[in-house]
């Protein structure tokens, strides 16, 4: 049975791996949405802000599953720019919701490490507390809360320190090696690094079972910023000066949680394993240099 899914989003990061995976799967038709002009890779505009905009456009279209990849990410500008960040970050998902009710499709929402304060010291399950300290965590969580009040068939996909095509910290680092400058990264912050192609494959797994509910989705392994930047220049043989500060030294907007660990154990105990965080690095770093 052939299945659509509509991607909100689907010309960032994630979106754009989602497309390189499931294009070629006979059983889905993928709607590329996103919120600027209209392309031939994205041709439909669609602003989650907007709630009667998503609801005609949902009905219309009648998708069995929507991928809501839109979301305001720039964590520090959300310090600053908060009614934008609640609008996109919380009230899309609850339309979102709304009109995935309205059609009975499922919804598979993206979010993020931040919901928790990062005070704890081993890995974030998913029935942990949540205590966001930034407006973009917070502001990420009220959009759980309202895809788990308003939708019946919803999967909630926290992830962290994401990267892919466009923008991201590796290409960043690359950029300042070749600029031969002096590099600076935090080495007291502990996350789990994990490529968009590795979450765009556990969505793939995910839209094929009929699970509920919450679910972490990060590479395997546990690593500082700044132990990520050595992999990502001893991956690539580049010789730059690097050094670690502490996040009281990088000074910016918005709190980061110390230790954002994602337990994979619910996806594990479900058959499912993702890549080992430096393996997901060197496949992407194959990719760059093709």
Known sequence: MERRILITGANGQLGIAINDLLKNREDITLINTCVLESSAYCPIKLDITNPMGVMNLIQELNPQIIINCAAHTQVDLCESDQDRAYAINALGPKHLAEAAQAVEARLIHISTDYVFNGEKTEAYKEEDETDPKSVYGSTKLAGEEFVKNICDNYQIVRTAWLYGEGKNFVRTML?????GKDIKVVADQYGCPTSALELARTLGFLIDTDEVGTFHAVCEGVTTWYEFAAEIFKQTGK???????????YRVAAKRPPYSVLS??????????MKNWKDALKEYLDTQAQ
């Open 175 to 179: 950029r300042l090696a070749e600029e």
């Open 239 to 249: 010789e730059v000066n690097l050094s670690p500060i502490s996040t009281e030294e």
């Open 264 to 273: 994979t154990k619910k996806l594990n105990d479900m058959g499912y394993h």
